[in-house]
């Protein structure tokens, strides 16, 4: 697997990490446990090096599961886990000095770890001050448990305060083919600081995969049937750009979802995206994407076909929308 650095100072990682919210939280069926178990083992025997989770995700189920299935590897693995999301009220923030420490120390314990690599403010918290933010994560920074301080979701100026207080080595926002919010502004500011970009979603949570339509049965409690972009109608309306895909695909001797990734790998040198899967067979096909090498006219032929088309649907309903780019 390739390599790629988080941020500057930051940890090279897999080029493509894993993304583990699905193996315990937000699309259903979950699957079984030990399945994931050996799933992440498999993971790192294929390369993967870096490995996103959450308090959040379970709650609290998806750091056991990662504590679990990495401990004996620790030495090869960076892990990501969340702080600032308030899990007995969600959707909803927390992201208080005392609310970080308990959080970090809660994580420490879950994921079996002393130090964890890339701590992340979950979400922007309009209530505490970043800069509060930043200087609670510098604090555990030099108590050693925490290496690495990072961003989600969060817009310029609060990515450039927070920087001014501890470095930040990774953004992570959601960034696809179908989501490109952060293009304008963002990237370049992530360009000019030095610090990552980690794509979650990059797979449009399945869709850009082309194994959903307007026909797929989404379950009540799969968190995708709430959002506005997979109504039946706008998942009919959006299948123009899985079409660019598919045909990038034929030519290149890959699937959709390889070149969706690809196509972000091409972006920056400096862009890690983090898909999420609980099968081997897709794991392998993401990991491989890796090795798809899109030139300049390739990449150019996908922006100019997708730039015909107007995605259907939000991203988020209006609640969770408010929380993103703060």
């Not at 937000?26 to 090096?49: K, N, Q």
């Not at 909803?92 to 994921?111: F, H, M, Y």
């Not at 979650?200 to 995969?209: A, E, H």
């Amino acid at each position: 697997m390739k390599q790629r650095r988080l941020g500057r100072n930051g940890p090279e990682v897999s080029a493509i990490g894993l993304g583990c919210m699905g193996m315990s939280h937000g699309y259903l069926p979950l699957p079984d446990r030990r399945e994931m178990l050996s799933l992440l083992r498999a993971a790192v025997d294929r390369g993967v090096t870096f490995f996103d989770t959450a308090e959040a995700y379970g709650p609290f189920t998806n750091e056991e599961l990662l504590g679990e299935a990495l401990g004996p590897v620790r030495d090869r693995v960076v892990i990501a886990t969340k702080f600032g999301l308030k899990i007995e009220a969600m959707p909803g923030v927390d992201s208080r000095p005392e609310r970080i420490r308990s959080v970090c120390d809660a994580s420490l314990r879950r994921l079996n770890i002393d130090t964890i690599d890339l701590f992340y403010q979950h979400r922007p918290d309009p209530n505490v001050p970043i800069e509060e933010v930043a200087g609670t994560v510098k604090d555990l920074v030099r108590q050693g448990k925490v290496r690495h301080f990072g961003l989600s979701e969060a817009n310029v100026d609060t990515i450039r305060r927070a920087h001014a207080i501890q470095p930040v080595a990774a953004l992570q926002s959601e960034y696809s083919l179908w989501t490109r919010d952060v293009e304008p502004d963002i990237l370049p500011a992530l360009e000019e600081l030095g610090i990552a970009l980690v794509p979650f979603s990059p797979l449009g949570r399945g869709y850009l995969t082309g194994k959903i339509d307007e026909h797929t049965p989404l379950d009540a409690g799969d968190f995708r049937s709430s959002l506005p972009r997979f109504t039946a109608d706008a998942r009919k309306a959006n299948l123009a750009l899985v079409e660019v895909l598919k045909s990038m695909a034929q030519r290149k001797g890959a699937t959709p979802a390889q070149v969706a990734l690809a196509w972000l790998l091409a972006r920056r040198p400096w862009i890690v995206p983090i898909p999420g899967t609980t099968r081997l067979h897709r794991l392998e096909e993401n990991i491989a994407a890796a090795s798809v090498e899109l030139a300049g006219d390739d990449i150019r032929a996908i922006d100019e076909a997708a730039a015909g088309i107007q995605i259907q649907g939000g991203r988020y309903p209006e609640q969770l929308q408010r929380m993103v780019n703060r």
